[in-house]
């Protein structure tokens, strides 16, 4: 099942990820987009809408209280959010390239992954 996945600022103005259920009107499963500063800049962190109370992404939001819809933002971030909130590794084309550290250095087979 795909999910239609959105960014949204909310009127609090916290930036909220989820899951976007237009017949509800409502944002499912949220999680918080923080910003956190680090001596190489800012790095951004998700955590459960809940948090520190509830450890799941769970419950839901209102689109009453959305006050700005981003209309793109990173794939990267759709992919981290949809890992977090399903608690599975998604791969992406890209990560298809790493394949081959995987194999023994030299032998160039990645065949050698199959035997037992």
Known sequence: MAYDIRLAK????DL???KW??????ITDPALLQTVPTQQGVQM?????GYPFEN???????????????KTFPEELK???LEASSNLTLSTPGDLR?????????SGD?????KK
């Open 56 to 70: 799941d992404m769970t419950g839901e939001v209102s689109t009453k209280h959305v006050m700005y819809e981003y």
């Open 16 to 18: 909220v990820v989820g």
């Open 110 to 114: 990645i065949s050698s992954l199959l």
């Open 10 to 13: 909310l009127v609090t103005g």
């Open 79 to 81: 992919t981290r959010y």
């Open 98 to 106: 790493n394949l081959e550290k995987l194999v023994t250095p030299g």
């Open 45 to 49: 962190m998700l955590l459960p809408f």
């Open 21 to 26: 259920d237009a017949d509800g009107d409502k």
